[in-house]
């Protein structure tokens, strides 16, 4: 970090307590100064292009205006660009949301509330990419491209398979296989695809008195299926007690503001296990990064068995995750 050049192009930092948090995707380090708090991230080289960072603000601000509060704040520099390009990184600096990160258990309470704020932001991005009014087609689509290539968007989520397990393995291939058919075949129609959050899990949610009050990191935000949102809120609890109450919380608030058809609904077990593999992929690919309450050790055998019950039944949400 060349704290000088950050310090010219948001002079209000000067003077700031700085602390890093954990790095994923990006590294980010949380500032607190005089005029306030605030979370500066520095993109990480390759992942993201200056035009891929425009439209995944351009989202944030969709977003901010969709939900009129819980979206971080983007802060332009000196030279009023929102993009700060250094001799060391790409930045951009956000406001702090003060709230504690959701746990499993928190999930499950603002479920309701959680798929209320997915549909209204699924709502606006439909009205939006009719007005043309932004950019988002520099973001990446999260479909079967992101297993696909010589780098897929994760890693090769074969490599996280705890110990090369065979019978894993086979148990596996057969339910991308599935899935893979499944999702080749569904609908990209505008009511059931078009830009998401793409990483509503735990993680990325705030929370102040047990109440949603922010969402976080957009840097995964992409086109997708609006289903797949669902998938992401139960990012690494898919086999855990509750995970069913969870989802059924979440569809019952998203469908307070809109409805999801009956192919989307079928299509939610293999985005279930869509979103598994890639989350397999991106812990052999991080493995310094932290989930409370995870166990890597296990992480691929919960996995096959939710790949098993999906093989024997790839429409019924309930059975893959009972």
């Known amino acids: 970090m060349n704290w000088n050049e950050l310090q010219r192009a948001w002079p209000f930092l000067v003077g700031a307590r700085i602390a890093r948090v954990e790095r994923s995707e990006n590294t980010t380090w949380m500032l607190e100064c005089p005029a306030g708090g605030f979370a500066l991230r520095r993109y990480r080289d390759g992942y993201s292009n200056v035009r891929s960072i425009r439209a995944e603000l351009g989202f944030m601000r969709l977003a901010s205006v969709a939900l009129g509060a819980g979206i971080p704040e983007i802060f332009a520099t000196s030279s009023d660009d929102e993009i700060l390009m250094t001799s060391d990184g790409t930045y951009v600096l956000f406001s702090l949301i003060e709230g504690i990160e959701a746990s499993h258990d928190d999930m499950v309470r603002i479920a309701p509330q959680l798929g209320e704020v997915t549909a209204t932001l699924h709502a606006c991005v439909q009205e939006s990419c009719q007005l043309n009014d932004w950019e988002p087609d520099s973001r990446w689509t999260w479909d079967l491209s992101a297993f696909e290539g010589s780098t897929p968007r994760w890693g090769a989520w074969q490599s996280g398979v705890a110990n090369g397990d065979e019978q894993l393995l086979g148990c596996l291939g057969a339910a991308y296989e599935e899935m893979q058919q499944r999702l080749a075949a569904a609908s990209r129609a505008t009511e059931s695809f078009g830009l998401i959050h793409a990483d509503l899990r735990a993680a990325n949610l705030l929370l102040v008195d047990s109440k949603l009050v922010g969402i976080i990191d957009f840097d995964d935000c992409g ?59 991106w812990l052999y690919s991080h493995p310094r990064a932290s989930v409370p309450g995870l166990s890597r050790s296990t992480f691929s055998y919960e996995t096959a068995r939710l790949a098993c019950r999906y093989l024997e039944a790839p429409e019924d949400i309930e059975y893959v995750l009972s």
């Open 223 to 281: 086109f997708g299926w609006f289903a797949y949102d669902a998938a992401t809120i139960l990012s690494f609890y898919e086999a855990r007690p509750g995970s069913l109450e969870l989802l059924d919380g979440w569809m019952a608030g998203y469908q307070r503001i809109l409805k999801l058809d009956l192919a989307m609904l079928n299509l939610v077990p293999s985005l279930v296990i869509y979103r598994r593999l890639l989350l397999t992929a």
